[in-house]
């Protein structure tokens, strides 16, 4: 695949784990193709499965908020997740799921080469990072890994939940800006 809108095309027609049959829309993700940072959220919900977009629920207000403190809009990062499809009632992916999808991924990234990646929550962390990466303990420490910075936070629907981590979240963002500001200039 050469192009993101080639791979989308391919991924819109992927049959090859049983979340295919109850989607609507494949989620492929969106944004900036020469973005220097890529976020990777876990799955599209319900409202992303209805509109084939990534994160524009609850979640997804909250995360244009998060970008918007730190002067960044969606036209300037690129959005994608872990699996491509809805998992029922917006359960975790299951193992067998993220296998056969998280090669999309590997291949948007190949095509975008961000030099951040965020994660956002457990579920990216420990696919992208380390299978027993705990997002509580490991958030807001930089990971650099073949070439490119990593930066664990909590998921947007984790600060809905408990307000209370927004004040960690706010200074992995911080954190996020000042490595964006050093990459800017190389
Ligand atoms: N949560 C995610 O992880 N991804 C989305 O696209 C929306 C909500």
Redesign the pocket.
């Known amino acids: 695949m050469a192009t993101l809108e080639e791979l989308k095309r391919v991924v819109a027609q992927c049959r090859r784990c049983p979340l295919a049959e109850n989607r609507t829309r494949v ?1 492929f993700g969106e944004g900036n193709p020469q973005a220097k940072i890529m976020f990777i ?5 319900y ?2 499965d209805q509109q084939g977009r ?4 609850r ?2 207000q909250l995360l244009d908020k998060m970008l918007a403190a730190i002067q960044l809009s969606r036209k300037d990062v690129y ?1 994608a ?1 872990v699996v491509k499809c809805r998992p029922p009632n917006n359960r975790d992916p299951l193992p067998a799921e993220v296998e056969v999808c998280i090669n999309y991924l590997r291949w948007q990234y190949k095509l975008i080469r961000p030099k951040i990646l965020v994660c ?2 457990a ?2 962390a420990r696919h992208i990072i380390a299978p027993d990466f705990s997002i509580t303990r490991g958030r807001g420490q930089w990971v650099q890994k073949a070439g490119v910075w990593i930066l664990p936070t909590y ?3 984790a600060l809905l939940r408990d307000p209370a981590k927004k004040k960690e979240s706010w200074e992995d963002l911080q954190s996020l800006r000042a490595r964006y500001n050093e990459l800017a200039h190389e």
């Open positions: 989620v959220g876990e799955g599209p919900g409202h992303e990534p994160f524009v629920g979640a997804g959005i997740n956002l929550g579920v990216a998921h947007p629907a």
